[in-house]
């Protein structure tokens, strides 16, 4: 009940897609989603997070959307660009447990020219 | 803000040998500190909690006797890897909490241990 589960473990798109990765939870009891991208031999940096009273939220590039009933949300990267390219990992932590995240399993990205 | 380093960057070591990574937050203070440990091509598996002060929060499986944790401060968290071998090559990742934020989690750059 404490995982999180991402997919496509891995995805391929071209310079200006639109790349979609999932995630999906059971414990209802998170209250904080964030998604991190991490580059080969880096620690990884936050990218956007959300919570459940918001359905979607963007900054930038990126746009969070989240399902709660579902149980799942979502990471879109408008017009992706090679620079783009590296792994991204969702997230999922409660608040009252000390910001403790769990980690979804990543999806490396490629963007090609 | 909010940055977090590590030192060092890498480390190769000889096996039965002890290594410290230390994990500083630069601009904030930390609540509480958490180290990672990422096999290639893996997610990130939790090692530990640490809060200033207090004894260190082991995740099931590891050996709070082999990862040594120290929380100094509300600005230094350090690991020693004791007595290492080839097994516990790994990229070793520490993240912090600031203090008035603790949801959300800021990464050090990661240290590359190697054992030989």
């Known amino acids: 009940q404490q995982q999180v589960k991402q997919s496509p473990q891995s995805l391929i798109v071209q310079k200006g897609g639109i790349p979609i990765i999932n995630c999906a939870y059971e414990n209802t009891a998170f209250d904080y989603f964030p998604w991190y991208q991490q580059f080969p031999g880096k620690g990884p940096a936050l990218l956007i997070a959300?919570?459940?009273?918001?359905s979607e939220k963007k900054e930038g590039r990126f746009t969070i959307s989240f399902n709660k009933s579902a149980k799942q949300f979502s990471l879109h990267i408008m017009d992706s660009q090679p620079g783009d390219s590296a792994t991204y990992f969702c997230?999922?932590?409660?608040?009252?447990?000390?910001?403790?995240?769990?980690f979804g399993q990543g999806t490396e990205l490629s963007v090609k020219p | 803000g909010a940055v977090v380093s590590q030192h060092p960057s890498w480390v190769i070591c000889k096996s039965g040998t002890s290594v410290k990574i230390e994990c500083r937050s630069l601009?904030?203070?930390?609540?509480?500190m958490f180290w990672y440990r990422q096999f290639p091509k893996q997610s990130l598996m939790l090692m530990a909690t640490s809060n200033e002060g207090s004894k260190a929060t082991y995740e099931q499986g590891v050996e709070k006797d082999k990862f040594l944790i120290n929380h100094a401060s509300l600005t230094l968290s350090t690991l020693t890897v004791t007595s290492a071998h080839p097994e516990d090559s790994s990229f070793y990742i520490c993240s912090a909490n600031w203090r008035l934020r603790t949801d959300t989690q800021y990464f050090g750059p990661g240290t590359r241990l190697t054992v030989l």
């Open positions: 601009d904030f203070q930390a609540t509480t």
């Open positions: 959300i919570r459940p009273d918001v």
């Open positions: 997230a999922a932590s409660i608040g009252n447990q000390g910001g403790k995240l769990i």
